[in-house]
Structure formats: structure tokens, C-alpha cells
């Protein structure tokens, strides 16, 4: 069965302190590993996709990596603003183009 | 408008009324999903539409009827419905292609059943 598991559940930064989330899957092809990020009261907003182990992608404070049994979500030097619920979820092969399993995601609190 | 626009944003309904949930999608995109997302549960897919196929989850149960009159446009037909059917009803859409693209979320129907 395709799973999915995030970790820490919660995380409280103070601000400025770098950490990284992480997200470990076991899939039979992977298709596409996606982070999103889930304010209060809002749909999820798409950050990054990595297909291959060995990528990268950055956006501002954050970077995503991809190795071939998990990804990480680094946040360097947090704001409050980045506090949210980030989400991961891996695309898989034989559910067609477009099954995408999620893990229940890490709710980040970035303290001033 | 743009994006993924849901409506309404909140329902409130008991067990014996029917009702809907409305998606539109202004990306141009070819493929259009309904999820629900429950309190320290992962994302649980219900159904997809992608290029005028349908493809659902076999445990969704059938007081829950998607419809998909075209690509821009998903309905969530809702009856007699449970208290556990309590939760954010959201509606992604996407390109289909070879690879998995990312999917586009709207913000979501808050539904409580009575």
C-alpha cells in the first residue's frame, strides 16, 4: 500500500531558526513528489514539485530535496509569515496520471 | 476571477436535505478532482474527471454523486448525509499529461451536517 508520513506533526521555530521538515514515502513508481504549503481556512497552495532523487528547488526560504526513500523541506532563517501547515504528497504509478497520496502534514509555528 | 473559485464557502445541512457543492476553474486545465479533508486525516481523494472519464475512490459512498459537465466546471451532489461527512470539501484541477503535474486548489466548502 502507498504511504506517505510526515514528520514532526508540529513544529515551533523562533524566528530566524533554520529546521527541516520531513516527508518519507514508500510508493511503487514514484511520479512526482509535491509540497504544499495550507494556511487557516484555505485551500493548499502548490510550493514546489522534484521528480528525480537529487533535486532541488528553492523559493525564498525554502528548499526542497528528493532523495529515493524521502524529501525534505528546509526553512532557513523562518518569519512569522511562514507559519502554516506544509503538506507532501507523492504521485503514483498504476492509480493513472493524477492519484496523488498525502501525508497528514507538519503545522509550523514561527515565533516572532 | 482566477484560479479555482469554490461555492459556498460554508453549509450547514441535516441528514436529510440535499444540496451542492459548485467548482469552477479558470487555468485552462483538462483535469478536475473533489477531495475531503478531515481533522489529522491525510487528504482523502473522492473522485477525478480527466478528459471526460471518471475515475473514484470505490469507498466513497454513494450519497456522494460528482458531475462534470465540461472542463471548467464540478459539482459535488450531496444527500442524506452522515455526521461523519463533517469536513473541508476541496477542488483541485490540473494539465493531465505523462508525469503527474501539480494540482490547483480552491479554498474549500466548510460542510457541517446536523
Known amino acids: 500500500e502507498d504511504q506517505v508520513t510526515q514528520s514532526p506533526e508540529a513544529l515551533r521555530l523562533q524566528e530566524g531558526e533554520s529546521s527541516s521538515l520531513n516527508c518519507s514515502y514508500t510508493v511503487s513508481g514514484l511520479r512526482g513528489l509535491f509540497w504544499y504549503r495550507q494556511d487557516p481556512g484555505k485551500g493548499p497552495e502548490f510550493l514546489f514539485t522534484?521528480?528525480?532523487a537529487g533535486e532541488e528547488k528553492e523559493k525564498e526560504r525554502l528548499k526542497a530535496t528528493l532523495t529515493k526513500k524521502e524529501s525534505f523541506l528546509h526553512i532557513t532563517a523562518p518569519k512569522p509569515e511562514d507559519s502554516a501547515t506544509y503538506l507532501c504528497?507523492?504521485?503514483?504509478?498504476?492509480?493513472?496520471?493524477?492519484?496523488?497520496?498525502f501525508g497528514k502534514g507538519t503545522k509550523l509555528s514561527v515565533i516572532p | 476571477e482566477t484560479g479555482v473559485t469554490q461555492t459556498p464557502r460554508h453549509l450547514v445541512m441535516g441528514m436529510t436535505n440535499k444540496k451542492s457543492l459548485k467548482c469552477e476553474q479558470h487555468?485552462?486545465?483538462?483535469?478536475m478532482y473533489w477531495y475531503k479533508q478531515s481533522a489529522k486525516k491525510p487528504l482523502e481523494l473522492m473522485f477525478v474527471y480527466s478528459l471526460e472519464e471518471r475515475v473514484e475512490n470505490n469507498s466513497v459512498p454513494s450519497r456522494f454523486s460528482p458531475e462534470c459537465p465540461n472542463s471548467s466546471h464540478l459539482f459535488l451532489h450531496l444527500h442524506t448525509l452522515q455526521p461523519e461527512d463533517s469536513a473541508l470539501y476541496l477542488c483541485?484541477?490540473?494539465?493531465?499529461?505523462?508525469?503527474?503535474?501539480?494540482?490547483?486548489f480552491g479554498d474549500g466548502t466548510r460542510l457541517s451536517i446536523l
Open positions: 522534484l521528480y528525480s
Open positions: 483541485a484541477s490540473s494539465q493531465s499529461g505523462g508525469r503527474n503535474q501539480p494540482q490547483h
Open positions: 504528497a507523492a504521485g503514483v504509478t498504476g492509480a493513472g496520471s493524477y492519484q496523488l497520496t
Open positions: 487555468l485552462g486545465h483538462n483535469a
